[in-house]
């Protein structure tokens, strides 16, 4: 089915799916996330097949997880970023070192894989998934607890280095690391630059809007915003997401954030749901032992693994035991970005597909148990 009667059926399929199981999750006190992932997994092409094409999922889903990424922006202005530097490029890059050094050595050993391969296995392991953790913290209104700043700061930090695990996919091949790594660096700096000369204009007009209470000029600019900043950003061949962030914090200063941040969060709330519908798809089991080995490696690795990493790191940087244990609880899952990763290592060669299967699956199963757990590690 083609054309407008194909959307009507998709979105027919995907909203009447995600409600009946977000309105059982509900029902006992569960979080709309494992519902959604679930959702998916079930009307996917790898289960009854309703949804044949998860790979267009995902892309419309990437934009829920640009617009959560804006909201963040918006509760954090640059002085509060400046504070958390610590946190970000010490606990967050010896997190993402530390796991994406011990998981390749593991790959090498025992799958006898080569060097990049074992290091982008690595990468997917060090990822936690911002969508999922920085939505669980805000349904409960944790995002300002010492756990939650920890978790965003590690989160922000895992956001960098995304860029460069692609950069090293994209260059396996072809040894251009060191070229794609000053037009990364030159890109950066000239995004950044861009942003803090617009901060000014960018507040000014917020300020404006805010006082005339006009709504729609309110999303407006907010979806400008987000998509403007995250063009430039694709364009030098950096993140959207972070790109969103910094956008956000453009007018996380002023009275306008509160009136674009209710107007954005409608739009970033119903592509959060088809990305994470999206994750669902990607779920594929397989009789094969091989398979189960893998799936059951891929799960200890970004969960108990990651939490063995995080919460000692926490620990040793002087935060006291409870916030490490919460902090090490919410991020131990995989991210979305692992899905991606992992998707363009099968297509390029770079991983089997023996390999790639049981992990994806892995990861989507990890963002399940992580939605519904995240809760009621922060009650302890």
Request: glycine share 10%; aromatic share 8%.
């Amino acid at each position: 089915m083609h054309g407008i009667e194909g959307l009507l059926e998709i979105s027919a399929i995907l909203v009447c799916g995600a409600f009946v199981f977000a309105t059982l999750f509900a029902r006992f006190g569960l979080p709309s996330i494992p519902a959604y992932i679930l959702a998916g997994a079930l009307l996917g092409p790898h289960t009854f097949g309703l949804i044949a094409d998860g790979e267009a999922l995902s892309t419309i889903g990437e934009i829920g997880v640009v617009l959560l990424l804006f909201t963040l922006g918006l509760e954090f202005s640059f002085n509060k970023l400046i504070a958390l530097r610590r946190l970000i490029f010490g606990v967050g890059a010896l997190q993402v070192l530390l796991t994406t050094s011990l998981v390749a050595i593991g790959a090498t050993v025992l799958f006898d894989m080569e060097m990049t391969a074992a290091f982008i296995v690595g990468g997917v392991a060090a990822m936690s998934s911002t969508a999922l953790c920085l939505k669980s913290l805000a349904s409960i209104d944790a995002l300002g607890r010492p756990e939650g700043r920890i978790a965003i700061a590690v989160l922000l930090f895992q956001d960098l280095a995304a860029v460069a695990f692609l950069l090293l996919h994209d260059s396996a091949a072809s040894g251009a690391m060191i070229d794609g790594l000053l037009t990364l660096t030159l890109g950066a700096a000239a995004l950044i630059a861009g942003l803090f000369l617009a901060r000014g204009p960018v507040q000014t007009l917020a300020q404006w809007i805010s006082g005339r209470g006009d709504t729609e000029l309110a999303q407006l600019l907010a979806l400008s915003m987000v998509f403007g900043s995250s063009l430039a950003a694709v364009a030098i061949g950096l993140s959207p997401a972070l790109a969103a962030f910094a956008a956000g914090m453009l007018i996380s200063e002023g009275d306008a954030r509160n009136i674009v941040e209710r107007e954005i969060r409608p739009f970033r709330d119903l592509f959060l749901g088809v990305f994470f519908l999206s994750v669902g798809t990607q779920i594929q089991i397989s009789a094969d032992p091989v398979f189960w080995r893998v799936f059951l490696l891929g799960i200890l690795l970004v969960t108990f693994f990651k939490f063995i990493v995080i919460a000692p790191v926490l620990i040793l940087s002087g935060a006291d035991r409870a916030t490490a244990i919460k902090a090490g609880g919410i991020l131990s899952q995989g991210s979305e970005f692992g899905l991606v990763l992992l998707t363009l290592s099968a297509s390029s060669g770079l991983l089997t597909l023996q390999i790639v299967n049981p992990i994806l699956t892995a990861i989507a199963c990890t963002m399940i148990i992580s939605g519904m757990i995240i809760t009621r590690v922060l009650k302890y």
